[in-house]
């Protein structure tokens, strides 16, 4: 009988170590897995985070070993390539950071038998990724375990196969459910039981067989129907010989149907089933992306609480462990590889390997309805002959190896509506960010709405959209100002833009947390991308996160926004409330400021500020609280200072009617006067078509049209990644230039 050791505890590590060793190291650094070497590093700013090759060695005795005929070495992530060492000897080669893999080291084990896993996150340029805006987490992030099993056994080394594949096909009330196993080493001699179970564990069929692929016929089946209802089956099937149980293998499935249609969005099980829902990153503080179970479980308790219904688990391949979480919660899925941000000629056998085991391992799950191919691929790249054909070819693979499901991918915003590359999937969705890079909130549907009227047949979705928003605070928000204040009037925006409008198939807000990107000094604090609707330690829900919950959730609640910004200096303060419930009324030290309905679940109130006051926001039993103090100047501590910066906004000169660093590219290319300026001392401050930028991204089209809604300050403090370094009489020099061009006068 299979028998799984988790191998975990105490491996000895090494950043500096050079060559493979012979012994068990007594002088590296003892961990327990999940490890990442850059947990601290990859998280704190400055690009900087180590890359490179790394060690891992564990002992193992064969007499603490269960007894068996093969020993399997199962790791279920090393980020990004990885090597195997028995005794010295290499056994294996691995590129991909985010799959499960497998080695046979049977015949090296020995009394006393040294493990070495070698790790590599360094520069590669045939394995993905290696340009993205997060870090490329090295280390042992997943579980290690030894699977010892019988000379027969269920598969375990092609592609990280579980060993079973199971697809329902549901028929009216009834469902066909054919099952395949794959199996190593069997004999004529040997055959294999199936049995169906329910949720309950009830038997509902049962058979034996020599045959590796057999199907079973379910009577009134009960549908696996998202939030609703995720009901889940499950097949066992057992490898016999005579009446002995060599091996056994087991796995959920779900019952369902779906489709994604061009005007009437996602249907689940044949009724409209909207699709509105989070993208999420798997690294959280202090850890990087060695997560533990119960870090998986807060995470999906989190966007549950939120009210999603679907997850895009960008960018790369998550843990198993998150995936049965998906499937147990109804969350409809969007699973992908890393192919991203830059098409390598050199890494189309990368993109294909990877695909191959993405969808091999994660074939059973219910909860995953489109594999994605790639994610703003274009950001580096042209669209040329290679990379469409890369495109085919994964799109090929995918209908392949799996003809149920659909394919998709997330296109950058400057993508054409016509470009070929977005027509080779079944579905496509854009990432959007009018109204944080450029544009403003409105801009979102109205897009929508032409894409949907250029293409008509094909399904359009939002991968992508979001700002940034940390502890700043601000009466009257603006974009770019990393307020929570903003970040909240921005997705109230995108939920209106966006959520009325039923063809299009699904929304994943980017991002559900505030993850890791080393590249970044932004908003004051280093190291993040603070998109998030929750902070990074899952501390903190921001006031978008309410928002969201307000038209997602169905459990009563009631939030007063602005919690974190008590002092205000305004004789009225425009108070927001988020609920899901009908009507809400507001009282400020025990008084009612009245009652207010709202449609959209975003209740507005005007507060008179005086001395300091006990904020109450009531809907029947439900209440929350906050305060509200007046005071004559700014609390500064509410105020944006980036680190490092020459100047901050408020430091500026600003004449009436007149231009000044706090204003947009775009608006001052407008003017002649402002075209001029920038061919002069102005041209050094923006990027050219060709040029690196933070993360290692190019300036392309599409991202020299985004630079239009960026202000000259925030241009300012990104070009550093480039060399240019501004200094502060510089930029005052530039700004009084600035403060003599007129601005044109509003039509």
């Given at each position: 009988m299979r028998q799984i050791v988790n191998l975990n505890r105490k491996w000895a590590f090494s950043k500096d170590a050079t060559?493979?060793?012979?012994?068990?190291?007594?002088?590296?650094?003892?961990?327990?897995?999940?490890?990442?070497?850059?947990?601290?590093?990859?998280?704190?700013?400055?690009?900087?985070?180590?890359?490179?090759?790394?060690y891992y060695a564990k002992e193992i005795e064969k007499l603490d070993l269960p007894k068996a005929d093969r020993y399997y070495l199962e790791i279920n992530g090393a980020n990004?390539?990885?090597?195997?060492?028995?005794n010295g000897k290499h056994l294996r080669h691995h590129d991909g950071g985010y799959s499960t893999w497998r080695v046979d080291i049977t015949e090296e084990i020995t009394a006393k038998t040294l493990l070495v896993i070698a790790v590599d996150n360094g520069v590669n340029e045939t394995v993905y990724p290696q340009v993205a805006d997060f870090p490329f987490y090295g280390g042992l992030y997943r579980n290690v375990n030894l699977v010892c099993v019988s000379e027969s056994h269920f598969d375990l080394e092609t592609n990280g196969t579980p060993g079973i594949h199971v697809t329902p096909?549901?028929?009216?009330?009834?469902?066909?459910?054919?099952?395949?196993?794959?199996?190593?080493?069997?004999?004529e001699d040997q055959s294999l039981c199936y049995t169906l179970l329910d949720m309950d564990g009830n038997e509902v069929s049962f058979l034996t067989s020599k045959e590796t692929a057999v199907s079973f016929y379910i009577e009134n089946v009960h549908l696996w129907n998202g939030r609703k209802d995720p009901y889940l089956y499950s097949v066992t099937a057992e490898l016999l010989e005579d009446d002995t149980i060599l091996d056994t293998v087991s796995t959920r499935f779900g019952c369902r149907s779906f489709e994604i249609?061009?005007?009437?969005?996602?249907?689940?099980?044949?009724?409209?089933?909207?699709?509105?829902?989070?993208?999420?990153?798997?690294?959280?503080?202090?850890?990087?992306?060695?997560?533990?179970?119960?870090?998986?479980?807060?995470?999906?308790d989190l966007i549950c609480e939120l009210g999603a219904t679907t997850i895009r688990l960008a960018h790369y391949q998550h843990d198993q462990y998150f995936y049965d979480l998906c499937d147990e919660r109804g969350m409809v899925i969007w699973a992908e590889v890393p192919y991203i941000s830059k098409h390598m000629p050199g890494g189309r056998e990368n993109t294909i390997s990877q695909m191959t085991e993405l969808i091999t391992q994660n074939y059973n799950h219910p909860s995953i309805v489109v594999w994605g191919l790639s994610n703003e691929i274009t950001m580096n790249s042209e669209v040329d002959e290679d990379l469409l054909e890369n495109h085919r070819i994964l799109n090929e693979l995918v209908h392949k190896m799996d003809k149920t499901r659909l394919t998709t991918l997330a296109a950058l915003s400057s993508v054409p509506m016509d470009s070929e590359y977005i027509k080779i999937p079944n579905v496509v969705s854009y990432n959007h960010y009018f109204g944080w890079y450029g544009g403003t909130p409105a801009d979102n549907g109205p897009w929508m709405d032409q894409f949907h009227e250029v293409n008509p047949t094909i399904p359009i979705g939002m991968s992508e959209?979001?700002?940034?928003?940390?502890?700043?605070?601000?009466?009257?928000?603006?974009?770019?100002?990393?307020?929570?204040?903003?970040?909240?009037?921005?997705h109230e925006e995108l939920i209106r833009q966006l959520y009325t409008r039923k063809y299009i198939w699904a929304t994943h807000c980017w991002n559900m947390f505030d993850f890791g990107a080393d590249t970044r000094n932004e908003g004051g604090e280093a190291?993040?991308?603070?998109?998030?609707?929750?902070?990074?330690?899952?501390?903190?829900?921001?006031?978008?996160?309410?928002?969201?919950k307000a038209w997602l959730?169905?459990?009563?609640f009631v939030h007063l926004c602005g919690k974190r910004y008590v002092d205000r200096t305004e004789d009225v303060t425009k108070v927001t409330v988020y609920s899901n419930q009908s009507e809400v009324e507001l009282f400020a030290n025990g008084v009612s400021l009245g009652k207010k309905s709202a449609p959209d679940h975003f209740f507005y109130f005007d507060v008179p500020n005086v001395g300091e006051q006990t904020l109450v926001a009531v809907s029947g039993e439900l209440r929350d609280e906050g305060k509200l103090r007046k005071v004559e100047v700014f609390n500064e501590a509410y105020r944006l200072r980036e680190k490092n910066a020459v100047l901050n906004w408020f430091d500026i000169t600003e004449v009436e009617g007149h231009f000044s660093l706090n204003d947009k590219i775009g608006d001052i290319l407008q003017t002649m006067q402002g075209k001029l300026l920038f061919m002069g001392m102005f041209a050094k401050l923006l990027p050219k078509k060709g040029d690196k930028v933070a993360g290692g991204f190019e300036m392309n089209d599409g991202m020299m049209q985004m630079l239009g809604?960026?202000?000259?300050?925030?241009?300012?403090?990104?070009?550093?990644?480039?060399?240019?370094n501004l200094t502060k009489e510089d930029l005052l020099d530039l700004n009084a230039k600035l403060n003599k061009i007129k601005k044109p006068k509003q039509k």
């Open positions: 060559q493979v060793p012979t012994e068990l190291p007594k002088l590296w650094n003892w961990v327990n897995l999940p490890h990442s070497w850059n947990a601290i590093d990859g998280q704190d700013g400055g690009s900087d985070y180590h890359l490179g090759t790394c990004a390539s990885a090597d195997v060492y028995v096909i549901v028929e009216g009330k009834n469902a066909h459910v054919d099952v395949e196993v794959f199996l190593t080493n069997a004999t249609d061009p005007d009437r969005g996602f249907i689940l099980n044949g009724e409209e089933y909207p699709l509105r829902g989070v993208a999420r990153h798997q690294d959280r503080w202090d850890y990087g992306n060695a997560l533990l179970p119960e870090h998986h479980k807060e995470d999906m959209y979001g700002c940034e928003a940390l502890n700043w605070h601000n009466s009257n928000p603006e974009q770019g100002d990393y307020t929570e204040e903003y970040q909240a009037i921005y190291g993040q991308n603070h998109k998030g609707l929750v902070t990074m330690d899952r501390k903190y829900k921001k006031d978008a996160f309410y928002a969201y959730s169905d459990d009563p809604g960026f202000t000259v300050l925030r241009l300012s403090g990104m070009i550093g990644t480039m060399g240019i």
